[in-house]
C-alpha cells in the first residue's frame, strides 16, 4: 500500500539546486526532518554519497523525495543550511556514517540531532535495535531488503531502488514520534541527549594518521615494535586518504605486522613477504613502507607508542564481578534499557579492579547503575533474590 502510494506520486527526484531550495524551505516549517543516505565504501577512503532520502511530517507524495548528489550542477547547500537550522530536529537512524559524509563533505554536523537506534536502544528495545525490527514493531510495516547491496551510483535508479529509499525516512517518521513520545513521557530525553554527544563531536569522524597505530591489533608491546607499527600506519592511512583508495588496498593489517617483524630494508625484503599485495612491494608504496620501518627504527624509547595497559593489570575480584553483572541485568531490566548501553562486560571488570573513570559511573548509568554499583564496591549494599526480582540491601 505505502509503495503505491508513492508511485502514483512518482517518487520525485531532486535534481536541481532550485528544487532542493523550495523543498528545504518547506521542510523548515516543520519541527522534524527524517534524513538517510545511500552510499559506496567498497573503493574509495571516503564514502561516496549516491542518495539523500528526506521527508518531513505528513502523508501525501510531496513530503519525502529524493535527492540525487550525482545530478549534475546539483549544490548541497540548501540542505546545509537546514541543517544548520535548530528549529528542526534531524532524525536519523545509526547516524554515525551519514554524518561523516556531511562532516567531511562540508564540517557540518546537523544539530538538533536525534538518534532513533540510539533512543530506541533506551526505549528498551534491545540492544540490536535493527531498523527493520523498529520498522517491524513500531510502525507495523515490513523492508524489502532486494535494493540493500545494490550499486546506488549507476542511474538511472530502478523503481525499485527508489521505493527501498524512501521507506527509510518514510518509516523512520512513524518511529520517531513513537520514541520521542516514549522518551517524554519516561523523562529520559536527557538520556538520549548525553549519547548525542559523541555524535555531535567533529573528533568523531576526523581520522588522526597518529592514532591510526590503535586499530591494528598485536601481541608485543615492544616499544620498537609498535613504533614500527605506528610509523606503518600513518603511512598507510595518509597514503590510502590522499589517493582516496581503501586502507586494505595500501596493505592489510597483517601485512603490516609482518613488515614490523621483520623489518624490511630492501624492496628485495618486501618480495619475501607472505602476506603484501604485490603492487605493494615496488614503487611509492615500498618506498613510504621502507622509510616508515627505518623512522620507527630511529624512534628513541621515550618517544615510542605504549599500549595501555592498565586495565590488563587490574586485579579484578571475580566475585565482586560476577555481582555487578547481575546487578547491570537487574538495572536493565528494571529500567527497560539494553544493558549493553549502561556497561559492558570491559566496564564491569574495570569497575570490580577498582577504576572510576568509567562510563556507566556518571551521568545517567550512575543513576541507574553507577550510584549501586560504587556502593557495591565499598561493602555498603547486598544483594538479594525477591521472588524474580534481584533487590539490593543495606549493609
Known amino acids: 500500500m505505502w509503495a503505491q502510494e508513492y508511485e502514483k506520486a512518482q517518487m520525485k527526484t531532486i535534481t536541481t539546486t532550485a528544487e532542493l531550495a523550495t523543498y528545504c524551505a518547506q521542510a523548515a516549517k516543520y519541527p522534524y526532518v527524517t534524513v538517510d543516505t545511500e552510499f559506496l565504501r567498497e573503493r574509495t577512503y571516503y564514502s561516496k554519497l549516491c542518495l539523500i532520502q528526506l521527508a518531513y511530517m505528513g502523508e501525501g507524495g510531496d513530503d519525502a523525495v ?83 547491496f545494490t550499486d546506488w551510483s549507476r542511474r538511472p535508479l530502478t523503481d525499485a531502488q527508489k521505493t527501498y529509499a524512501l521507506a527509510d525516512v518514510t518509516h523512520l517518521r512513524v518511529i520517531y514520534e ?112 621502507l622509510a616508515a620501518v627505518q623512522a620507527g627504527l630511529n624512534t628513541k624509547p621515550k618517544d615510542a607508542p605504549r599500549i595501555d595497559a592498565s586495565r590488563e593489570k587490574l586485579q579484578v575480584n571475580p566475585a565482586l564481578a560476577d555481582m555487578l553483572r547481575v546487578l547491570v541485568k537487574s538495572a536493565a531490566d528494571n529500567e527497560g534499557v539494553a544493558q549493553k548501553l549502561i556497561a559492558n562486560s570491559a566496564d564491569l571488570d574495570a569497575i570490580a579492579g577498582g577504576l572510576r573513570d568509567v562510563a556507566a559511573l556518571s551521568g545517567w548509568r550512575k543513576e541507574v547503575f553507577g550510584a549501586d554499583a560504587l556502593r557495591l564496591c565499598d561493602g555498603k549494599i547486598g544483594l538479594a533474590v525477591k521472588g524474580e526480582k534481584v533487590v539490593t540491601f543495606t549493609l
Open 178 to 289: 513513537n520514541l520521542s513520545a516514549e522518551l517524554e513521557k519516561s523523562g529520559r530525553k536527557k538520556w538520549v541527549a548525553e549519547e548525542m554527544a559523541v555524535l555531535n563531536d567533529p573528533a568523531t569522524y576526523q581520522a588522526d594518521p597518529d592514532n591510526a597505530w590503535k586499530r591494528v591489533k598485536t601481541r608485543t608491546s615492544s616499544g620498537k615494535f609498535l613504533s614500527i607499527v605506528r610509523e606503518l600506519a600513518r603511512f598507510r592511512e595518509l597514503h590510502a586518504k590522499n589517493r582516496n583508495i581503501p586502507r586494505n588496498r595500501v596493505f592489510k593489517d597483517d601485512a603490516l605486522v609482518e613488515i614490523a617483524s621483520t623489518k624490511p630494508t630492501s624492496e628485495d625484503d618486501l618480495g619475501r613477504s607472505r602476506l603484501l599485495l604485490r603492487e605493494a612491494r615496488r614503487g611509492d608504496i615500498a618506498t613510504g613502507i
Open 66 to 148: 529524493l535527492v540525487d548528489p550525482l545530478a549534475e550542477g546539483l549544490d548541497l547547500a540548501p540542505l546545509y543550511e537546514l541543517f544548520k537550522d535548530e528549529n528542526v530536529v534531524k532524525v536519523f537512524h545509526a547516524a554515525r556514517q551519514d554524518l561523516e559524509i556531511f562532516f567531511v563533505d562540508q564540517g557540518i554536523i546537523p544539530k538538533p540531532l536525534f538518534d532513533t537506534q540510539v533512543a530506541a536502544m533506551v526505549c528498551g528495545f534491545g540492544e540490536q535495535a535493527g531498523y527493520e525490527t523498529l520498522v517491524r514493531k513500531i510502525a507495523k510495516d515490513n523492508v524489502d531488503k532486494s535494493s540493500r
